[in-house]
């Protein structure tokens, strides 16, 4: 196995692995991705960050951002979101209570990652309607 | 100045508009950078303060009364996350076609944040060009009561939330009388009595001090 696919499959273990947490994924036609592609009998699992840094363009001083970004293995997914499609998430916000889970849309453009086999989600907060 | 009086009759006409509509709240004033959580759902605000005041040489005498051209600043600020049904989308028993319609009809952050701007333009801009508020309520008129434009901002992400601002100009005209320092009101210590001397009497007349 090359390096660029040793990188890969460590994903399962550095991005699936004890640090991960399952995450439910909904399509734009109402499918729903609970399992991974890469093995049905696991949940689909990536990285939860409920904040993340940025800069601040006026000053160039790093903030934190309360947005949280999901991190996925691409493999593991059924299918990429294209550009432009709104996708919805399931992820658990409490690292205690990973069976209750909050939605958020995937609507902002996503960050690459592919040489890496990862995709990187910007999650927006919904409310009711 | 007039222009005081001006400013506080908008601020109480586009806060009874505020009041009335339920669209934004008022800020009578240039407020510090907010943060999204400040200005988001029924916190979207409408600033209006006094910005500008030009004085025209032709249009006034060194001794007053002086043309006084104002320019009120209106600055909209609104702020909103996404939208979606979220009793479809958060019921683990909704249907694939239900997730579906719920997605499709979800709106992004941009898209409510610019929706509520143009609905509180609308609003302040009916209030304020109301044909019953050429002279916003005062008892003296005012002149040459226009706003000529509106501006929307870029939309800026602030995490999760979506912040748009729009602003324009009010402008108005008033003649400014300059009344000049008002001397002291006297005390009782201090008044002064005048005895006037009439025919057939006696007494002496002048000045007394004294209370």
Known sequence: ?129 | MNFIEIRDAIRTKLGEAAVARGSFRVIGFQERKKSAPETAGALRSVEVFFQRGDFPKTGGSPSGPFRHKMTFSIILTATAAAKADLTVLQNPGSTAEQLAAALAAAKVAANEADDILDTMWSDVFESLMDARNLDFGLDFPLQDRWIDDFQKSDPAERGSFVMITGSASLQCAIDEDVEGESGTAASSGDALTTDLKIDGDTAPAGITAGG
């Open chain 1, 1 to 129: 196995m090359d390096l660029r696919s040793l990188v890969e499959s460590d994903l399962a273990d550095t991005l699936e692995g004890d640090f991960g947490l399952s995450v439910e994924l909904v399509k734009p036609d109402g499918d729903k991705q609970i399992q991974s592609a890469n093995d049905t009998d696991l949940l689909l699992r990536g990285q939860v960050l409920l904040d993340h840094a940025e800069e601040n363009l006026e000053t160039g001083a790093p903030v934190i951002v309360p947005r949280p970004v999901l991190t996925l293995r691409r493999s593991s997914l059924e299918r990429i979101p294209v550009d432009g499609e709104i996708w919805g998430v399931w992820i658990p916000e409490e690292p205690n209570d990973t069976a209750t889970k909050t939605f958020y849309l995937l609507s902002d453009p996503l960050e690459g990652g592919r040489s890496l086999g990862i995709i990187r989600f910007y999650l927006s907060e919904t409310v009711q309607s």
